[in-house]
């Protein structure tokens, strides 16, 4: 089995990979075909540990064993060989590339037979991240409101603004010149990020915004907390501090019904996935690279069949 093991660990029992051993009482084993990214910064952190270090990903997959028969019906009906996307995060909560995963049923849907693989691998976790931020569990963005999403054009911004703007909500989304026509094109106003970005949306809003979602971090988090008019709804995926300004983190969670909702909304090409690149495994570190630079447009996916 081609991957990279959580941690760049084996487990001390079996000495197999650490995403290896079992994760729940009802886990399914699954060979991955696509993974999508996910990086997360860790302090210290250089560049080239970043691929043993913080990774998180699920994506399009088929299940090859199913622990308990039983189970069958209550978290699905999974067969050998069904086509399956999901985000497993139980046994893989600092991220794993593999070719062989064992994840919860409750974790896995099944893959729209329309869907390309590379297209399911982009949903899970930035879909997730995106729809659990705007819902009730997060900002409880509501038709009528303004909303501000920082980073708008990377993966969870493409979604979020999407998924903002099906509520009714107007968005207002931050990205570099080169992302403006993009940020249009999904729905929402684009404003430049860096210093003078209060004074741009003030033009935009002059009242600010009621919500503000944040995907970058650093300034933009204050950068929000003058712009809102309750300090209590906002929200980051990234920084820590905006707990100091009244805020809270957000951090994605499996949800089966959320994910089969995303899964229909893009098969039905209500939701547009932006994929930027689709890379094989063996260029992993090559994919990292290009994220540490932070100008992803979507997602980059790596395909485990290449
Ligand atoms: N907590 C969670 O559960 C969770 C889940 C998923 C992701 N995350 C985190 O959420 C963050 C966003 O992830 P992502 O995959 O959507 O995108 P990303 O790859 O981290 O960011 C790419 C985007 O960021 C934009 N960008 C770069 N610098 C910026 C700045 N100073 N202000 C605003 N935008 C800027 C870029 O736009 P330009 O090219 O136009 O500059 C690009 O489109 C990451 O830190 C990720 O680790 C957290």
Known sequence: MRGVPQGGETDSETGQPGNCRPV???PVRVSAELDQLEHRCCEGQQPGDEVQDGLASTGGQRP????????????????????????????????????LVTAPAAALVSKPGNMEFTTAAAVPLAGLTAAQAVSGEG?????????????????????AVQLARRTGARVIG?????????????????????????ERVRELAPDGVDAALDLAGGEALDQSAELLRDPLRLISAVDPRVFQLG????????NRGQLEELLDLVSKGDVHVEIAE????????????????GHVRGKLVLDLTA
């Not at 570099?176 to 993009?182: E, G, I, Q, T």
């Open 174 to 198: 931050t990205a570099s010149p080169r992302n403006a026509d993009y940020l249009r094109s999904l729905g929402a106003e684009p404003v430049e990020y860096g210093d003078g970005l209060v």
């Open 24 to 26: 729940a009482a009802d």
């Open 139 to 159: 900002l409880a963005i509501s038709s009528g409101e303004t909303v501000l999403v920082h980073a708008a054009a990377g993966g969870v911004g493409t979604f």
């Open 64 to 99: 090859e064993h199913r622990q308990d028969q039983q189970d069958h019906g209550r978290h699905g009906t999974f067969d050998v060989g069904d086509e399956v996307v999901g985000l497993a995060m139980e046994d893989v909560s600092n991220g794993t590339y593999a070719e």
């Open 278 to 293: 689709v890379l094989p495994l063996d260029r992993v570190a090559r994919a990292h690279d290009v994220i540490a630079e």
């Open 247 to 254: 805020g809270r983190m957000i951090q994605a969670h499996p």
